[in-house]
């Protein structure tokens, strides 16, 4: 999980920084501030997107969407 808004550097940019690095483990950004552009980023990443607050539930179905099964 990645929050969108981080200090310093957002959360699409460190996942940017991580597909540069290294294989790119499954992403699911979370934020607060739950707007269209944000979900469309999330979205052209191929990433999952959660608004807070969500229910652990929910986190766990999405990080079971997201994750390749074996």
Same mark, same amino acid.
């Given at each position: 999980?990645?929050?969108?808004?981080?200090?310093?550097?957002? $959360?699409?940019?460190? =996942?940017?920084?991580? &597909?540069?690095?290294? @294989?790119?483990?499954?992403?699911?950004?979370? /934020?607060?501030?739950?707007?269209?552009? /944000?979900?469309? &980023?999330?979205? =052209?990443? $191929?990433?999952?997107?959660?608004?807070?607050?969500? /229910? $652990?539930?929910?986190?766990?179905?999405?990080?079971? =969407?997201? @994750?390749?099964? &074996?």
């Amino acid at each position: 999980m990645i929050d969108v808004h981080l200090p310093g550097m957002n $959360g699409f940019a460190l =996942r940017d920084r991580l &597909a540069e690095t290294s @294989t790119l483990p499954p992403v699911v950004f979370i /934020t607060a501030f739950d707007e269209p552009e /944000t979900r469309a &980023a999330a979205s =052209r990443a $191929g990433a999952e997107f959660l608004a807070k607050p969500f /229910t $652990g539930r929910l986190l766990l179905d999405t990080i079971r =969407r997201s @994750t390749p099964q &074996a």
